[in-house]
Nanobody
Framework: QVQLVESGGGLVQPGGSLTLSCAAS????????IGWFRQAPGKDREGVSC????????YYARSLKGRFTTSRDNAKNTVYLRMNSLKPEDTAVYYC????????????????WGQGTQVTVSS
C-alpha cells in the first residue's frame, strides 16, 4: 500500500507558474506509474499527466498544449507537476494517483489517491 500527499497549490495570477508535489510513503514507490488529475467545480475529473515508474515515459492531456511538465525523483519518493502559463480555466483541485491507465490521449483510473491540493488562477 502507498499513501500520497499533494502540496504546492495556491493562488497564482494568469500567466504565472506553480510546481505541485506528490510525496509518497509506503512501499515500492518506484513500482508505480503516477498520474496527475484535476477536478474543477461542476466538472468531471480530468487526467492531466502520467509518468512511468522509471520516469522515462510521460503522457499529457492534449488540451494542455505543452504548458505542464511532470517529473519524478524516486530517491525522494516524489512526483512533480510543473505548470506554466497558467490560465483561469486551470483552476481546480489537483490530485495524484498510482497506476492510472496512461496511453496517448487518455489518462484515467488510478488505485491510490491523495487528498488533493487547490490551484486557483485569478487576478
Amino acid at each position: 500500500q502507498v499513501q500520497l500527499v499533494e502540496s504546492g497549490g495556491g493562488l497564482v495570477q494568469p500567466g504565472g507558474s506553480l510546481t505541485l508535489s506528490c510525496a509518497a510513503s509506503g512501499s515500492s514507490f518506484d513500482y508505480y506509474r503516477i498520474g496527475w488529475f484535476r477536478q474543477a467545480p461542476g466538472k468531471d475529473r480530468e487526467g492531466v499527466s502520467c509518468i512511468s515508474n522509471s520516469g522515462g515515459s510521460t503522457y499529457y492531456a492534449r488540451s494542455l498544449k505543452g504548458r505542464f511538465t511532470t517529473s519524478r525523483d524516486n530517491a525522494k519518493n516524489t512526483v512533480y507537476l510543473r505548470m506554466n502559463s497558467l490560465k483561469p480555466e486551470d483552476t481546480a483541485v489537483y490530485y495524484c494517483a498510482t497506476d492510472p491507465l496512461c496511453i496517448p490521449g487518455e489518462i484515467t483510473g488510478g488505485d491510490y489517491w491523495g487528498q488533493g491540493t487547490q490551484v486557483t488562477v485569478s487576478s
